[in-house]
C-alpha cells in the first residue's frame, strides 16, 4: 500500500492508467479540518455543518466505500459541506475586519468559526493571511493577492499547490465574481470549487 500510493516506484510506464480510489470518511474529515487550518487540540472541534458523504453500503459481503462512484447524493452533500466551510472562513475575516460576529454568524447554533488571529495582542499571527489581504482590499485586488489566496488555499484543502491551468482557471474565477459580488464573494466562490476538485474526494495512484 505503502508504495503504491508513495510516487517513488521507478517503472516503466504502467501497463493501465492510474486509478481513483475515494478517500474514507476519516480522511475526508480531516481534509476538512486542514481547509480550516485547524490544528492540534482544535482538530476536535465539532463541525455541525459538514456531513460525510461517503458511507459504506449496507448490502452483505465485501464493502469498501473506495470502490463506489460519485453520483448525486455525494455531490449534493459535498457542495453544502464546501458552502459551510467557506461560509465559516470568509464570516471569520468578515469578524477580524470589524464586523459584528452576532451578525455575520445569525445562527445561534452554529456560532463557532476558525479564527483568523491567533496569539496575544504583542504577537499576533494571522491565520489567513492570503484571504485576509483579499477582503480587505479597497478595491478589486491586483493578481498577485488573487493568486496568493489560490495557492494557500489549495495547500491547505489538496495539500499542493495549483498547476499553471488551474491557477489561470481560479484567478479568472476570482475576478468574475469580484466584479459581481466584490472580494468576500471572490474569496468564497474560490473556496467552494477548491472544495469540489476531485482531489479532495479521491487518492490517485501514482
Known sequence: ?????????????????????????????????DALGLAGKDRGTPLPGVVNPFTLPERSGVRDYDT??????HFVAMQA????????????????????????F????????????????????KTMAPFEAV??????????VLAAAVRFHFGRALGRGPTPAEAA???KLMRTAIAVGGNAEGVRR???????????VYRVET
Open 135 to 144: 477582503m480587505a482590499s479597497p478595491g478589486p485586488p491586483p493578481d498577485d
Open 81 to 104: 459541506n464546501a458552502d459551510w466551510v467557506a461560509g465559516k472562513i470568509v464570516g471569520s475575516l468578515r469578524v477580524q475586519l470589524g464586523e459584528d460576529a452576532a451578525v455575520v
Open 106 to 125: 445569525p445562527n445561534p447554533k452554529d456560532r463557532w468559526y476558525p479564527k483568523a488571529e491567533v496569539g496575544d495582542r504583542k504577537k499576533p499571527v
Open 169 to 171: 482557471d481560479y484567478l
Open 1 to 33: 500500500h505503502a508504495r503504491l500510493f508513495a510516487g517513488t516506484a521507478a517503472t516503466a510506464a504502467p501497463a493501465t492508467p492510474a486509478r481513483r480510489w475515494l478517500v474514507s470518511p476519516a480522511i475526508y474529515r480531516n481534509r476538512v479540518l
Open 190 to 200: 474560490m473556496l467552494v470549487a477548491v472544495l469540489l476538485e476531485s482531489d479532495f
Open 68 to 73: 463506489a462512484v460519485l453520483d448525486g447524493s
